[in-house]
């Protein structure tokens, strides 16, 4: 997995690529540092060019969430093709995560 992070008026747009596997931890990591500091209290996490997120993907992003409450930030998805919204309905996204298309 990789993400790029742009500034788009008051939102922090995060754009994922990939695929969100055990292995992407350390990006996850690496993205939660971000969060103490961001001057945008909303990001919006497009997953449009994700190919697939399993079970520790869906945790980690439940650890960002976590981390971006304890820094006044709203996380929003945007943009889950079929396969990873079937994932985020299976794991009940909508009560954690405003999700937009």
Do not use: C
């Not at 001057?39 to 190919?51: A, F, G």
């Not at 945790?59 to 976590?66: A, C, D, Q, S, V």
Request: glycine content about 4%.
């Amino acid at each position: 997995m990789e993400y790029s992070l742009l500034n788009r008026d008051q939102d922090k747009q995060v754009i994922f690529y990939g695929n969100i596997l055990p292995s992407s931890r350390d990006k996850f990591l690496e993205l939660m540092t971000y969060l103490p500091t961001s001057e945008q209290k909303r990001w919006v996490l497009q997953v449009d060019d994700l190919d697939y997120i399993d079970s520790a993907g869906v945790g980690m992003l439940i650890e960002l969430n976590e981390t971006a409450q304890k820094h006044d930030v709203a996380l929003v998805l945007s943009g889950a093709n079929t396969v990873v919204k079937r994932m985020f309905d299976l794991s009940r996204f909508n009560e954690l995560f405003e999700i937009i298309d």
